[in-house]
């Protein structure tokens, strides 16, 4: 089975500090997601990844960096955290070719008071 | 990606069968109908795909009809734990965006 792990499940953090979510995934998968998620909006992208070192732009990439040196983890940073911030983060995987099946960690739930 | 119209709500009872249904006419010739769940404050969960015909997995069943313009997942013996909601999203491999397109779902809620 596909795992997903996601370093914490509940953050707290405050408004102006630096926030690292973690995810890695163990199916050696060449595609890595970052989506938030609120209520009345679904899910929005805000990075995704198709090989290391490489990275792109979603919807939403403002106020926020990834990094993925090695394959099987895909990192988000929260430069300087704000309220506006505050939600459901999941990462998601996927391979290239064949279906593309996304498969998702159990999600952030980030709170920035 | 093609959109999708599913019914906000639906109940089913204990040990019953499950069947949501999903319309999506405007679905392109090789786009595939996904379907996930999220059960509440857990990250989505990928139940099964399918391009023109029936899959059946582990979790469920998938029916396309001949058209492609809709589908249904079947769910044979819903338990308390399929308590959820279920998206049914239409795409096609490897689209430039990357990204799923949740709408708002099926809130399946099963009842003793």
């Known amino acids: 089975d596909v795992k997903v792990t996601q370093s914490s499940r509940y953050l707290v953090k405050r408004t102006g500090e630096k926030v690292f979510l973690e995810c890695v995934q163990d199916?050696?998968?060449?595609?890595m997601f970052w989506y938030r998620q609120d209520p009345g909006l679904g899910l929005r992208l805000i990075y995704f990844?198709?090989?290391?070192?490489?990275?792109e732009k979603g919807d939403i990439p403002e106020g926020y960096s990834v990094s993925r040196e090695k394959k099987e983890r895909f990192s988000l940073i929260l430069e300087s955290a704000s309220t506006n911030q505050t939600s459901m983060y999941l990462c998601?995987?996927?391979?290239?070719?064949?279906?593309?099946?996304?498969?998702f960690g159990p999600g952030t739930r980030l709170t920035v008071l | 990606d093609a959109k999708t119209t599913q019914p906000t709500s639906m109940d089913c009872a204990e040990g019953r069968a499950a069947n949501l249904p999903c319309n999506h006419s405007?679905?392109?010739?090789?786009?595939?109908v996904y379907w996930y769940r999220q059960i509440h404050s857990q990250g989505p969960q990928y139940i099964i795909h399918?391009?023109?015909n029936n899959e059946t997995n582990e979790m469920a069943s998938l029916i396309i009809t001949e058209d492609r313009k809709s589908s249904t997942l079947i769910l044979p013996h819903a338990t308390l734990r399929d308590t959820a909601v279920y998206y049914c999203?239409?795409?096609?491999?490897?689209?430039?965006?990357?990204?799923?397109?949740f709408g708002q779902g099926t809130t399946l809620q099963v009842k003793p």
């Open positions: 998601a995987s996927s391979e290239s070719g064949g279906s593309d099946t996304q498969y």
């Open positions: 199916m050696d998968h060449e595609n």
């Open positions: 990844s198709y090989d290391v070192k490489m990275k």
């Open positions: 405007t679905i392109s010739g090789n786009e595939y």
């Open positions: 399918g391009l023109k």
């Open positions: 999203i239409v795409r096609a491999p490897e689209s430039n965006t990357g990204k799923l397109i």
